[in-house]
């Protein structure tokens, strides 16, 4: 039992919370950061590879795309059905043969990175499926290499969604951190663990959620504005009104009432 | 310039199989605007894509400018795309990038690099009259304007042919003559090609040169305008020219009098009355403007018999004017 008046209670309260935010933002972020990098191509070929999409014959071969459709489709819900805390235990080999241990904060990123990584893959297969069919046909109409498709149509227009799932994915490696105390992760999940259940310390449970609490919410609102700025919806703050007033007079033809400019012949008023 | 030789397609197997084209051969000739109306789900769509290849017929060849654009892939298919543009009827633009990033994406699938491109991307916003647009996203846009860059996306790559897949059917109808005016001077201006699909009468009557009918897949009719309306039977005349329907009149004939250009400005009809003695009454008329000339048709009931129909036919022939018996 923690003593909350004894006089160091506070300082090492400080002390444990401080390294326990470190050790979550830092498995996090990285984990973030290798999902992306493997996650956003994965998740458009699962898309592009499907029939009639853009990578549906990769190499000029039909069966190829589909092979990769199949087995990318296959071990995505492979991932997804697994048990986070069974995949943790199952890894220890793979993590042990990668990093030379399995004990501690950073071989800890392994799993919570491969519990991300089909998680993410779907995000980006939604954020790719929405985009509109009609872009495809307009960029294939005017014969546009596969990459140009990926780079000028298909990530611009699914940038906003997958910002958004990131966000959703980044809450949900945070969420998976705190199991990691199991495998001699740190973090503040088991600053709740040691501190909290086992030495009956109710302020560190209390502390540690206003942190996750405050740390979702800061990466939700980044991504969320992120993911505005990304749509195209508003160009720049200052211009948005006039603008928006604008494209509204000019859909409403029939109730144009500012001088029509230059080249503006769609108006009826003219 | 465009030859569609007998393409067929299908989608589905068995019993569920739709056939799209059935047996379709059709001619565009070069620097002509041809239409190809019919109702939604008659195969237009699928035919016109035939001819980018976004569709694989399962028989038959289309020959673009002499290239068998059926026996093309990969990098030879892109080429030949290059020099076929395509409008669609719901714009396609990319949402969040600018008009101008928009038109730029045609000349980078070319491969134009830097300032140039951005250089004919402007060019070409101009040439639809909204170079100073060219910072705005297309939500900013009206449907007219979007269609204006739609335009310029499809002609940036210098295009011989541009294909318009009803590009004016969700526009109102002022800014859909507005469009049509814009292809009609572009392909003058550019030498174009341009094979259109549309189910709007409107749009064939405002600038196409030639035209064909289709239905359940096939073309039942196709020829130059001013072929067709001179042509007894014609559907695509009969839906220029709404005369109403031939009904049997006893003791009657039914002669439909189609007349073009300056025969239109002459009382033939009146003149028919007088020298034959006729009690001739006008069971419907439709006068149109067509491609910027004066056409119409009128639909007559002639009281007589067989040979009397004849001799009206032989004197409105001979007075410059297409007429023909309608048996009812």
Redesign the interface.
Known sequence: MIDPAAPEFWPQLFAVLLEGTWETLYMTAIAMAITFVVGLPLGIVLVGTEPGRFLEAPL?QRWLGRAINAVLGFVVNLGRSVPFIVLMIALIPVTRWLLGSFIGTGPAIVPLTLVAIPFFVRVVEIAVREV?P??F?????????RW?VVR??LL??A??AIALGTATTVTSIINFSAMVGVVGGGGLGNVALTYGMQRYSALHIVFVVIILFVIVQVVQWLLTRLARR???AT?AAGRTAR??E??AL??D?ASIVSAP????????TR | MITIDHVSRRFGDGLDAVVALDDVSIEVQRGEIFGVVGQSGAGKSTLLRTVNALERPDSGTVTVDGTVITGLEGAALRQARHKIGMVFQHFNLVGNRTVAQNVEFALEAVGVKGDERRGRALEMLDLVGLAHRAKDRPAQLSGGQRQRVGIARALASQPDVLLSDEATSALDPETTRQILDLIKRLSGELGLTVLLITHEMDVVKRICDSAALMEQGRVVEQGALEQLIRTPGSRVAAELFPVGEAHYTPGHRIIDVTYTGLSADRPVIAQLSRDFGLDVSILGAALETIRGHQAGRTRLAVPGDASVALKVIDRLTSQGVTAWEVHP
């Open positions: 000029g509109d009609g872009l046909e307009a960029a294939e109409s005017l014969g546009a290499s140009l000028r149509v611009p227009q940038w906003p990304l749509s195209g160009p603008r928006t604008r494209a000019d859909l033809d400019t230059r080249g503006d012949t769609d108006s009826p």
